[in-house]
Structures are given as structure tokens and as C-alpha cells.
């Protein structure tokens, strides 16, 4: 492929050394016979500005072929038009030299070889310009000193007819040999030659001595080409022009049909510059034209880009979320086995002590990993945006004491005392999410157990009644051993901990207090923390709330007798139906077992269950399959409530389950108060 390109760039650059050679001859040719003024200077001169753009565009083996064929084509014509050997040198001596020179003023300070603004066309001309009046400089004085010629007026023609070829076929090459302008504005064939048959025709008619001198007629036609074809269409435009009028003006212009007065010289500028001008005109057209195809270019490039961007995003959110729910299921299964059947040994009376001090670690082992767990789908829940705040008339101080009340038993174990104050001059009810305050609470107690080695740890709560809303404070002050202000900053970043050096003392994913900013904030709270090394922490939230009424919620409470309650268990792990059956079995409750969706729906057919608990993970039939057949059964049958008992807890998975049918979500490991309260909360409403 490299091979390829690179031989294609060789074709390139001989194509364009073979057709700057062919031009460099022609117009020296043509300027030299036909053009020259009584001084001997010729008054069009493109050669410096083709030899000086070939220097540009070709590589260095081509540049020094370019250079020999323009030195010995030079030396060639002008002794042909009848130059003296010393003069035939100096000329080509100050053409080549000034071509060397634009070409390393140009690589100095102008950049890359092309013209796709205003602003470059016009910093082209400006470095262009000193070096043809230094040049057009150095050939007066040796004529004048050498040849006895009038210095000033060599000078300015010099200087006239190689201004004016740089500034016209300079740009007008760099234009044409462009690449982006090339691949822009893409016509069909047709259309380009009737373009360019038009301009031909009418600077045919506009510059013969019989014709209509009317050349303000190009402009329309230059810009319509500008329009339709870009740079190149205006350069184009322009070159065939010139090459019309420029002829024409040799054989006579103006003298049939307008009289001057003017000498053949001047007549010959006079059309330069009009060409100048025309091309100018066009040009800036064009080049408006190409900048702002290439911003639409740029801003589709960037639409494509952002939209495989966003899919990309999409497909990594997708694939996080899916490797979510895989390790959260595979964690989750073996996790219910492991609480379930700890939580039953727990609850018999045979068992020596030291067993059961050993069934107590293992407990809490898996407790602790059951909260990693849930750090990391609440993190996932608040990342995506879908947790929903439940507001309902909530006692605050009644939240903190239900919060220390659970810790309180840890922070005994490890010989720390637990106060709880409360300033309420209120005493009421206030609109907070009760059950995420309680979340964030806990999250502050259990790092203030866990970081306090002695001494205490304070709960406080103080409220300050306002016209519309009350401010609530919660401060969690403890005696550990306090954080340095340089770490500060990381405590409420995801993943992270103020020491995670291999040495720390305490694990954990660092996910609580990234969870609680998350749940604060999205409260309309503040949280923060004030500590130093060895004087403690205080981590504080404050909060705004109005002070409420209380109403009747109208939720069934769970019953209290279940020994009723016939219920299907579904479940194709025999450890699961196992757990859920003794625990189930526990408060009275008849279990019958299934372990495929398949024999669930033939069960719930037969009718009598009044709950049905569903594994979502099975084989032959799943879970939401099983739940829409049963769903599908006629009467009573199929209005059983359906709960879904599954390590499937994200929320997109928890909406499958309702929106399959199923009317409540117990998440594995199972908790025995959990589901309990689940099964009572659906026998009550029956």
C-alpha cells in the first residue's frame, strides 16, 4: 500500500516538473519575442513566478532539474531576441535569484505551499513583493552603470511586470496545484468546459479589436465560475483571461477601439492589472467559498465523530452495566447460600458458644460483602441518574436515633461510646427522603466506627426553624485519628482513599461518601467535613426541608401470622429454594418448591398459591417468561402476586421484573426482615 502511494506520488511530481517546464518555456518565449518595451525589459513576465512555485511543490532532485531547464531556456531566448551574452546573464542571473529568494522567503515565514484564505493570499503578496523590487533593484543599477539605461525607468518597469507576475500566477498555481481545492467542489465535466468556454468567448469578444470594450462583462462570469468551482474555478477563470486578452492586447488593443494615446507597454499593464483585479475578485470568492465548505465539512466530520463517540459511550455504558449485573448476580447467588444458611444456625439453640461466635464472624464477613456490593449498584444507580427521592412527613431526630441505634451495638463491641444529641425547638414532621437520610447516616457512623480506635463518637442533630423551611444540621463527631487538609479533597471522590497506600488499616471500595454527596446534593444539601490529624473528624450535612404534617400512608402492614400463606418458591439452585424454604418455613408459612419457569406455570395453574416468589435465572423457561405465562392464565390463576426473589438488583433489571408482570423485588442475599415484611405487605392486600 506505502509502495503504491509513493509510487503515485513520483507520477505527481514528474507530471508537474514536465508541465512547469513546458509553461516556464512557453511564456518566456512569448513574453520575450512579443512583449518587450523600448528599454529592452519585457512587460509580462510569469517565468519568476512558475519557476518560483515549482521550487515550492516539487521535491529537491526535481527542483534542480526545474532550475537547469529555466537557466538554459532563459540564456537560450534571450540571445535569441538578440541580448548581448552579459546581458543574457544578468537577466537570468536576477530571474533565477529572485525566484530562490520568494521561494525561501515563502518556506521562512509563510508555511505550507497554499492559498486557502484571504489572509494568506495577502501575506503572499506582501512577502513577494520586497523581493521583486530588490531584484528589479540590482538589475537597474548594473544596466544603468554598465549599459548607461535610465535607472528609474528600468526600475519601475522591472519592477512592474514581476510584481504583477508574482501576485497573479503565484497564488493562481498554488491554487490550481491544491489538493483540497482539488477534491472540493466537484462538477461535472460539462459544466466546467461550458464554464470555460463562456469566459474564452467572452474575453474573446470584450479584448478583439472589433469587439465590445466592455471588460467589466468577466467579473459576473469569473464569480459564477467561483461559485460553481471554487479557487480553482476563480484561477482558472483568471488564466484563461489572460491567456485570451493578453494576445489580443499585443495585436493592437484600444487602438480600434478606444484611442489612449498610450504606448503598447503600458496598454500590455494596463490588462495585467485589470487581470489582477478580476482575479482578486474571484479569488476572494472562491476562497469564502472553500472556508466555509470546509466548516461544513469540519462540522459533519465532527458529527460523525460525536456520534460514534456517543455510541462508543453508549457501549461502554452498556457494557459496564451488563458487567454489573453479571458480578452482582454471580456474587449475589453464592452470597444468599452463605447469609441464609448462617442466618438459620444462627437461629438454633443447640450450638456451643464458641460456634456461634464463629457463625457471628462469618455474619459479618458477609455482610461486609454484601455492602461493597450495594456501594457499587447505588454508585451505578446515581451515575445514571435513577435514583428517585421519596419525600414523605419524616421525624429527623427520629432517623438519627434509628441510625445510631443500628450502630450502636459495632461501636459497644469496640469499646466506644455513642452519644446522641438533639436541638429540635420544633419537634415535628419534615418532607425528607427518610430511608436515603438514614443511607447517608449510617455511611458516617460506620467510618466513625471505623476510624476511631477510643474515646467517642457523637450524633448530633440541631434545627433552626425558618419562615418557609427549616435548616437541619446532622454533625458525626468522633476521637479517631483525623485527616490532614491536603487529603481532604479526595474523601468524596469515587474510588478513592485519603490513605491507599499497601499498609492502610482499613479496606473498603471507597464508594460511601462519593454515595452520600451524591444523595445530599440530589436532597438540595451540603456535606463536608472539618478535621485534622489527631483531634478527630466532624462530617457534617445540612439540609432545607419544610416542616409537615403527618398523613396515613395507606400501606398495608405486614401481618402477623403467615401460617396461612401457601406460597411457590422458584428457583433452579437447590441451595436457594433450600435457604428461602427454611426461612419461609420459619413463621409458618406451607412451601412448595419448582426449579424451572416451565414447572412454575404448570404449578400456578393448578391454583391455591397465594404467593409466588420467582428466580429470574433459570433454564428451559426464565423467570419473566414464566412470570408473563402465568400472567396469561385464566381467573384467579393468573392474578396471583408474582415477587421477584433474584441477585438481579440493578434498577433497568428491577423494571424488567415489573414490566414482565411480577409486583415486588426481593434482592438476594436474602434478608430474613426483608423478606418477611415483602411476603406480609402482599398477603394483607389480598
Known amino acids: 500500500m506505502q509502495a503504491n502511494v509513493a509510487h503515485q506520488e513520483q507520477r505527481r511530481q514528474d507530471g508537474l516538473l514536465l508541465l512547469l517546464a513546458v509553461s516556464l518555456a512557453a511564456s518566456q518565449t512569448f513574453s520575450d519575442f512579443l512583449t518587450r518595451d523600448p528599454q529592452g525589459i519585457a512587460t509580462l513576465w510569469p517565468s519568476n513566478a512558475l519557476l518560483a512555485a515549482g521550487l515550492l511543490v516539487l521535491d529537491r532532485r526535481r527542483q534542480v532539474a526545474?532550475?537547469?531547464?529555466?537557466?538554459?531556456?532563459?540564456?537560450?531566448?534571450?540571445?535569441?531576441?538578440?541580448?548581448?551574452?552579459?546581458?543574457?546573464?544578468?537577466?537570468?542571473?536576477?530571474?533565477?535569484?529572485?525566484?530562490?529568494?520568494?521561494?525561501?522567503?515563502?518556506?521562512?515565514?509563510?508555511?505550507?505551499?497554499?492559498?486557502?484564505?484571504m489572509r494568506q493570499l495577502a501575506l503572499l503578496t506582501t512577502l513577494t513583493a520586497p523581493v521583486t523590487f530588490v531584484s528589479s533593484l540590482a538589475c537597474a543599477a548594473v544596466l544603468a552603470l554598465v549599459h548607461g539605461q535610465v535607472f528609474l525607468t528600468v526600475l519601475a518597469d522591472r519592477f512592474l511586470c514581476s510584481v504583477l507576475g508574482m501576485a497573479i500566477v503565484l497564488p493562481a498555481v498554488l491554487v490550481l496545484l491544491d489538493s483540497e481545492h482539488r477534491r472540493a467542489f466537484q462538477?461535472?465535466?460539462?459544466?466546467?468546459?461550458?464554464?470555460?468556454?463562456?469566459?474564452?468567448?467572452?474575453?474573446?469578444?470584450?479584448?478583439?479589436?472589433?469587439?465590445?470594450?466592455?471588460?467589466?462583462?468577466?467579473?459576473?462570469?469569473?464569480?459564477?465560475?467561483?461559485?460553481?468551482?471554487?479557487?480553482?474555478?476563480?484561477?482558472?477563470?483568471?488564466?484563461?483571461?489572460?491567456c485570451v486578452a493578453i494576445p489580443l492586447t499585443v495585436q493592437g488593443l484600444w487602438t480600434g477601439q478606444v484611442y489612449t494615446g498610450w504606448p503598447q507597454a503600458q496598454q500590455n499593464r494596463l490588462v495585467q492589472m485589470f487581470v489582477g483585479v478580476l482575479f482578486a475578485t474571484s479569488l476572494a470568492a472562491g476562497l469564502a467559498l472553500a472556508q466555509q465548505e470546509r466548516l461544513r465539512r469540519l462540522l459533519l466530520r465532527r458529527?460523525?465523530?460525536?456520534?460514534?463517540?456517543?455510541?462508543?459511550?453508549?457501549?461502554?455504558?452498556?457494557?459496564?452495566?451488563?458487567?454489573?449485573?453479571?458480578?452482582?448476580?454471580?456474587?449475589?447467588?453464592?452470597?444468599?447460600?452463605v447469609l441464609g444458611f448462617t442466618q438459620l444456625l444462627v437461629g438454633r439453640d443447640d450450638l456451643p458458644a464458641d460456634v456461634r461466635r464463629q457463625l457471628g464472624l462469618i455474619d459479618s464477613a458477609g455482610g461486609a460483602l454484601l455492602t461493597v456490593v450495594n456501594d457499587i449498584l447505588d454508585f451505578s444507580r446515581v451515575e445514571a441518574g435513577q435514583v428517585e427521592l421519596l419525600f414523605q412527613p419524616t421525624s429527623a431526630a427520629a432517623v438519627l436515633h434509628d441510625a445510631a441505634g443500628i450502630i450502636r451495638s459495632e461501636a459497644q463491641a469496640r469499646g466506644l461510646k455513642l452519644e446522641v444529641e438533639v436541638v429540635d425547638p420544633v419537634g415535628g414532621l419534615h418532607d425528607l427522603d427518610g430511608l436515603r437520610l438514614r443511607q447517608v447516616l449510617l455511611n458516617l457512623l460506620n467510618n466513625a466506627v471505623k476510624f476511631t480506635e477510643a474515646g467517642r463518637i457523637r450524633a448530633s442533630l440541631t434545627v433552626e426553624p425558618g419562615d418557609i423551611e427549616d435548616r437541619l444540621r446532622f454533625e458525626i463527631a468522633d476521637t479517631g485519628v483525623g485527616i490532614p487538609v491536603e487529603r481532604q479533597g479526595k474523601l468524596f471522590q469515587r474510588f478513592s482513599q485519603v490513605d491507599s497506600s499497601a499498609s492502610r488499616s482499613h479496606g473498603g471500595p471507597g464508594l460511601g461518601l462519593a454515595i452520600s454527596k451524591a444523595?445530599?446534593?440530589?436532597?438540595?444539601?451540603?456535606?463536608?467535613?472539618?478535621?485534622?490529624?489527631?483531634?478527630?473528624?466532624?462530617?457534617?450535612?445540612?439540609?432545607?426541608?419544610?416542616?409537615?404534617?403527618?398523613?396515613?400512608?395507606?400501606?398495608?402492614?405486614?401481618?402477623?401470622?403467615?401460617?396461612?400463606?401457601?406460597?411457590?418458591?422458584?428457583?433452579?439452585?437447590?441451595?436457594?429454594?433450600?435457604?428461602?424454604?427454611?426461612?419461609?418455613?420459619?413463621?409458618?408459612?406451607?412451601?412448595?418448591?419448582?426449579?424451572?419457569?416451565?414447572?412454575?406455570?404448570?404449578?400456578?395453574?393448578?391454583?391455591?398459591?397465594?404467593?409466588?416468589?420467582?428466580?429470574?435465572?433459570?433454564?428451559?423457561?426464565?423467570?419473566?417468561?414464566a412470570t408473563r405465562a402465568i400472567r396469561a392464565l385464566d381467573g384467579d390463576h393468573g392474578q396471583v402476586p408474582i415477587i421477584a426473589m433474584s441477585a438481579d438488583a440493578l434498577p433497568q433489571?428491577?423494571?424488567?421484573?415489573?414490566?414482565?408482570?411480577?409486583?415486588?423485588?426481593?434482592?438476594?442475599p436474602v434478608q430474613r426482615e426483608v423478606l418477611y415484611a415483602k411476603v406480609g405487605r402482599w398477603l394483607a392486600r389480598k
Open 66 to 117: 526545474l532550475t537547469l531547464v529555466a537557466v538554459l531556456i532563459h540564456l537560450a531566448i534571450d540571445l535569441l531576441v538578440g541580448d548581448s551574452p552579459d546581458r543574457a546573464a544578468l537577466y537570468t542571473v536576477v530571474d533565477i535569484g529572485e525566484a530562490f529568494l520568494v521561494w525561501a522567503v515563502v518556506r521562512r515565514f509563510f508555511g505550507a505551499p497554499r492559498v486557502r484564505t
Open 187 to 242: 462538477r461535472p465535466l460539462a459544466e466546467r468546459i461550458s464554464l470555460y468556454v463562456l469566459i474564452a468567448l467572452l474575453a474573446a469578444i470584450v479584448f478583439h479589436a472589433k469587439g465590445l470594450p466592455l471588460p467589466f462583462l468577466l467579473f459576473p462570469v469569473s464569480l459564477l465560475a467561483a461559485f460553481r468551482l471554487g479557487p480553482r474555478g476563480a484561477a482558472q477563470a483568471s488564466i484563461i483571461v489572460a
Open 303 to 337: 458529527e460523525r465523530l460525536t456520534r460514534a463517540a456517543r455510541g462508543r459511550a453508549l457501549a461502554a455504558n452498556e457494557a459496564k452495566t451488563e458487567f454489573l449485573a453479571t458480578m452482582s448476580h454471580e456474587i449475589r447467588t453464592p452470597l444468599n447460600s
Open 519 to 625: 444523595l445530599v446534593e440530589l436532597m438540595g444539601g451540603r456535606i463536608g467535613v472539618d478535621s485534622a490529624p489527631d483531634h478527630g473528624s466532624v462530617f457534617w450535612i445540612e439540609l432545607s426541608a419544610p416542616p409537615v404534617d403527618a398523613y396515613d400512608a395507606a400501606e398495608p402492614a405486614p401481618i402477623d401470622d403467615p401460617a396461612a400463606a401457601r406460597i411457590l418458591l422458584v428457583d433452579d439452585h437447590p441451595m436457594n429454594r433450600e435457604v428461602g424454604a427454611a426461612l419461609l418455613a420459619l413463621v409458618g408459612c406451607r412451601v412448595e418448591t419448582a426449579d424451572n419457569g416451565q414447572q412454575a406455570v404448570a404449578m400456578a395453574a393448578r391454583g391455591g398459591f397465594d404467593i409466588i416468589l420467582m428466580d429470574i435465572h433459570m433454564p428451559e423457561m426464565d423467570g419473566l417468561a
Open 653 to 668: 433489571q428491577v423494571e424488567r421484573c415489573y414490566a414482565a408482570g411480577m409486583v415486588d423485588h426481593v434482592a438476594k
